[in-house]
Every structure is written in C-alpha cells, then in structure tokens.
C-alpha cells in the first residue's frame, strides 16, 4: 500500500513555470551577499532578503563563509564562527574534502551552565535549500536584534499557551547550533560548478539515511549509517551539545497538506510527556510559521497559485510524504533525548532546483524563520511542561514476554565496526510510562488474576494489547475460554474492555463476531483511515492524523508490507451493533471502533501496540513501543470511555 499522494505533481512544474516567467532571474541591483561594507546594495544587511538576491548563496567561492564571518566579527557578543574539523578532526570533513561550518548564536556574556542548546541541520539535502536561505537569514536576525534591539520579542507562536520573551533574555538561557552538513551537494549548486545542486554528497549518498537509529535498518544496496565523514561528524556534534530541541529542515516537491511547510514528528519512544511536548512544538509552530507570513505580508495562495494553499501545518512524516525509512537524522535526534520536529518545504526541491524564484524563497525563508525562532522559544519552557493524565481505574492484561538481543540483530550478522545496542523490548512498557503520569494507579493484571470476579471489579477499563492470551504469573498457558468468559461477564456488568492488535481476536472466544470476522492484514506502516472525526475515540486528536504506530522502531522491514493491522469485516462488526471510528485503507475493514456489550463497552484499535519483530536486520536494537501522538491520545479516550 502506499499513501504518497501525487496531485501536487504537474501543478508544482506549472507553479515554477509560472514563477520563472514573472519574476526576473538575475536582478541587477545585488550580490547575494554583503560581507564588507557598504552593505546597501543589500538593504543594509549581509545576508539580503529574497527580492534583492541574485541567487542561491554560493558556497565554493567563500561567499557564505565571508557572511558568516561577517556576522562574527559585527557582533562578537552573540555569534561565533567555527568548523566541524576544528573541533572533531579532519576525518570530519566531508566526503568531497570541504568544511562543515558551524554557527552558534547566543549570548556568550551569560554562563553556559543552564543554558538549553538548540541544533537545527539546515538542507541536509543539497537540492533543499530552504533550510541554509532562511537559516542564513534568521541567524542575522537574532545578531542584529541582540545587539541593537534586545528588547525585540521572539515568539512561539499565536496559540493560547504561547508565550513571547525578548531576545536578550532567550539568548541568555538557550544556546543556537546551526550547522549545514552537505557541502558537497550545496556546491554542486555553484555557478561555477555548474549550477545544479546534488542531495547527497561527494560520494553520491542520502546523508538522511546514514543516522544509528533503532529498529530496522536497511543493510543493503545503500551505506550503512555511520560511514560518511558528515554523519559522524553530526553524531559527534549532537553528542558534545546534548540538545534539548533540534530540528532538520528539507524540501519537498509536493505538499499533500498544501502547506509551505510541512511539520514532521519523527519516529521514536515518546511516553506521555514526550509525546506532549512534541505535539505542543508542533502546534507552536504551525501558528508560528502563519504570523510570519502574516506579518511579513508573503500570501500562500498568491505565491503557489493554490487558493487552498497555506503557511504550515503538521503531521507524521508517512502522514506528509508517504514513506518511512531507517536511518533518519531527526529519528536519531529524537531516539536520543530530543524534542524534534523535521520540515519539509514546498517546492524546495529538484524543480525549481538552482533556479532562484524570489516569490518562492521569500516563503520558505520566512517558513524557517518562524520554524527555528519557535525552537528558541520553545527551549525556554519545554522542561516546565507537564503530562497530567486523568484514567479512572485502568488495569492492563500483562504478558511477561520480552523480546532480548540475546536472540540476534536479524538475519545479517552486525558487520565490523558496527557497535550494536542491547535491547529488551515489551510493549508492558507503554503501561509503565502511563502510569508514571496517571493520577490514578494503572495496574498490572496477570491472565490468572483476570479469572477473578473480584480482580475486575476494581477496574473501570481493561486493556488488552495484542496477546490476548498471555501466560500465567507461574508460567502456565491460560484457559482462553474462561478467561474470554470472565472478561465478558465483567463488561456485561460495566467495564470498558479495550482490544489493541492482535488481541482482537478475543472477540471470537467472546462470541461478539462470528467466526472468520477479525484477520489480520500487513501494510507499511502503522495507520488508520479515520471516518468519523466527530467520535469520543477522535477527540482532541489533530485532523491531519492517520499514522498511529512507527514501524521502523519496532522493527518492521519497508521493503515489504510487513507493518500487522488487525480488522473486522464490516458486516459483522455493524451487525453485531458496533460503531465505526475509522476503517483501514477499505472501508470493509474496520479498525477502530466500539461495541456495547450488556451495560459495558468493548472497543478495538487494530494498530497501535504490537509487539515488536527480530524478523528483519536491527542493528541498533529495538524499541518497546512507537505509538504516536495521535494514536497515544486515540487509545487514552478509550481507556477513559464510559458508557
């Protein structure tokens, strides 16, 4: 199955052909850049706004780094010039032997101590350019304001629970790492080297899938991670700075949101707090990304030609550009610790390429803009953030089952060099993070204990996450027909029974559905296709939703379908008495929904906990869990359901 939606395809040709014809490509009255004075030509500024640049800042000829230095030696304060081989090595040049420049903006007058360090990737991609042209810019911003107007507030967005803060105190308490870890295909890019920018680098390779995350790894027809100089220099970066946010902005051809910036979450173990965070980063930022367009006056309909066209807006990245994959820079962010949020940009792409569209660049530089002063912002407050969950009395059928990298890292053996991750993975574990947030007990019930009338009775809800039928606290098989009997009889009285993955299945041994009504269907990731946006299960969760479960981190393989959804057949579940949430890719098979039983209810969400797979290479072990935001607020409103 793939869900890559392609309406944007002709019509982003068409918008760049149109944009080529309006606006003059070469204008006479400036340089990209103005590292000496006088800086006129350039509005005053070093790095000028969109409509008086020429082009694409030109890497090679040392125009980007006589900016730089520029800004440096302008405002000593706050910004501070230096490479990746300075502080790692020459073996941390990159592939094609340049210099990965490094920018960091803060107030270097203020102890470091408490301060949060920020690192943004800007077009790690070298055919992405709108993360280096407004990173350019917005570093320039912060100098400038800092010096000469530190009273100059920067915002998170225009949410309720947004926040403003001058810049003079944001740069006292966060610290700003702005790097570009592909020189090779910037400078492809050149004039005089050609003028066609490259994604990868020297050696041709995707730096965006050379990263050591967890899960599955593609361990062929590609690099492994961790053998480009650039990536090992990031992953040395990231480690030295230990940041509390990051991002890492790229490019799109096409927007299946008609956004100019699509918002990602990455792929990662998120328990309540985490995942809050991210979804307040994310909203923050969407709102953001709209007042600098607003403010700015650039118009989305009137750039794109699209009159639904707007500024931003979020989701997963299979939500956005219809894929996953391994290896990812912002998955490896977030799987250590970060609070991330990857942007892909419209039409920043292989068209319109090296060609400069001062309409378009404006947009994305004010794209970006919004998207890393919300970084800042965000910085100041993220670890004041609090995760407060109110669940009522929940119990979780518990499987002691732990998947070990004592059994192997999958069918290839871990090649020389690769120091690979211990790991024992459970899904019991997204029930231990809950708890730590509940402000009720959320209690372990073993399969034995389940058979007890008087266990039940002190639970409102009851999760079943995929084993329906886990071993006993001494080890022993449980009696699937009474524990089925004891779980009917419970919800028949009251309870709410909620059914994740495979544990689907209980409704068979329960007698709800006839036989032959729940199968099981493999997809590439984790997802549903929500129906009724309007259901108590769909409250609060954002309408951009349909990834539910990361697959990469638990290990399932993208070169095939392997990603497990448990479904029943429509007919069934409605003729049994059972309401639709949302179905999977056919609307016959119903993957979200909930039934009355007697005077309880029995909801079922097909794709959201299995259990994660050894099946496929997994270098760098395996998560417990990889729910979602969406999905980890789905399954919330149905423990907390009543009847």
């Given at each position: 199955m793939s869900r890559i939606r392609l309406s944007w395809g002709r019509a982003a040709a068409a918008i760049a052909a149109t944009l080529v014809v309006a606006v003059p490509l070469v204008p006479s009255h400036a340089s990209p850049v103005c590292a000496d004075p006088p800086r006129e030509p350039c509005g005053g500024r070093i790095f000028p706004e969109a409509e008086m640049s020429a082009s694409f800042i030109q890497h090679d000829n040392g125009e980007y780094l006589a900016g730089i230095e520029a800004l440096e030696r302008d405002f000593p304060r706050f910004v501070k010039v230096s490479s990746l081989s300075e502080l790692f090595g020459k073996q941390t040049l990159s592939a094609g032997n340049r210099e990965i420049y490094l920018v960091e903006i803060t107030d270097f007058q203020a102890p470091e101590k408490n301060k949060e360090a920020v690192l943004a990737s800007l077009s790690v991609?070298?055919?992405?350019?709108?993360?280096?042209?407004g990173g350019a810019r917005y570093m320039e911003d912060l100098a400038r304001w800092a010096a000469d107007e530190p009273d100059h507030e920067l915002r998170n967005g225009t949410e309720k629970d947004s926040i403003g803060i001058p810049v003079s105190e944001a740069l006292k308490k966060v610290h700003v790492y702005l790097t570009d870890i592909n020189p090779d295909g910037w400078s492809a890019g050149d004039v005089a080297n050609g003028g066609v920018f490259e994604r990868g680098n020297a050696n041709g390779t995707d730096l965006n899938r050379q990263f050591p995350t967890g899960g599955w790894m593609q361990t062929s027809g590609r690099?492994?991670?961790?053998?480009?100089?650039?990536?090992i220099a990031m992953v040395k970066l990231e480690r030295k700075v230990d940041p509390l946010i990051t991002g890492d902005l790229h490019g799109e051809l096409t927007s299946a949101q008609n956004a100019f910036a699509d918002m990602m979450y990455p792929a990662g173990q998120w328990d309540p707090l985490r995942q809050k965070q991210h979804e307040r980063l994310a909203r923050h930022m969407k709102s953001n990304v709209a007042r600098w367009f607003e403010e700015r006056g650039v118009e989305a309909a009137t750039v794109s030609g699209n009159a639904e066209m707007k500024p931003a807006e979020y989701a997963t990245g299979y939500d956005v550009v219809g894929y996953d994959d391994s290896g990812f820079m912002g998955d490896f962010f977030s799987q250590n610790g970060a609070i991330d949020m990857d942007?892909?940009?419209?039409?920043?792409?292989?068209?319109?390429n090296s060609t400069w569209l001062a309409p378009l660049e404006e947009a994305h530089i004010m794209s970006v803009r919004g998207e890393l002063e919300t970084f800042i912002v965000e910085a100041t407050v993220a670890k004041k953030v609090k995760a407060r969950l109110t669940l009522g009395r929940v119990g979780y059928l518990f499987d002691p089952k732990v998947i070990k990298s004592s059994d192997g890292y999958g069918p290839t053996p871990p090649p020389d060099g690769v120091k690979t991750r211990p790991y024992q993975s459970t899904r019991m574990q997204y029930f231990r993070d809950l708890a730590k947030y509940s402000t009720t007990p959320v209690r372990k019930v073993w399969s034995n204990q389940a058979l007890k009338a008087r266990t039940l009775k002190r639970l409102d809800a009851l999760v079943v996450a995929d084993n329906p039928f886990p071993?006993?606290?001494?080890?022993?098989?449980?009696n699937a027909k009474k524990l089925a009997k004891a779980l009917g009889k419970w919800v028949k009285g009251g309870g709410n029974l909620v059914l994740t993955d495979k544990a689907v299945k209980l409704l068979l041994k329960m007698k709800v559905v006839p036989g032959g009504a729940v199968s099981k269907q493999l997809y590439n990731a984790g997802h549903i296709d929500v129906e009724a946006w309007d259901d108590a299960y769909m409250a609060k969760v954002h309408d951009t939703a349909s990834q539910t479960y990361y697959e990469v981190p638990l290990?399932?393989?993208?070169?095939d379908d392997t990603s497990p959804h448990w479904v029943v057949a429509r007919p069934a579940w409605e003729e049994a008495g059972g309401t639709?949430?949302?179905?999977?890719?056919?609307?016959?098979?119903?993957?979200?929904?909930?039934?009355?039983?007697?005077?309880?209810?029995?909801?079922?969400?097909?794709?959201?906990l299995p259990a994660a797979?050894?099946?496929?290479?997994?270098?760098?072990?395996?998560?417990?869990?990889?729910v979602t935001v969406a999905g980890g607020q789905i399954l919330q409103n149905m423990i907390t359901f009543r009847p």
């Open positions: 991609h070298g055919t992405e350019r709108a993360g280096l042209e690099p492994l991670p961790m053998t480009e100089p650039e990536a942007v892909e940009h419209f039409l920043s792409h292989q068209v319109p071993r006993t606290k001494t080890g022993a098989k449980v290990g399932f393989s993208l070169s639709v949430a949302a179905y999977v890719t056919d609307e016959a098979n119903v993957g979200l929904g909930r039934i009355e039983h007697g005077k309880g209810t029995i909801g079922i969400f097909g794709a959201i797979t050894e099946k496929y290479d997994h270098l760098y072990g395996l998560a417990d869990y990889a």
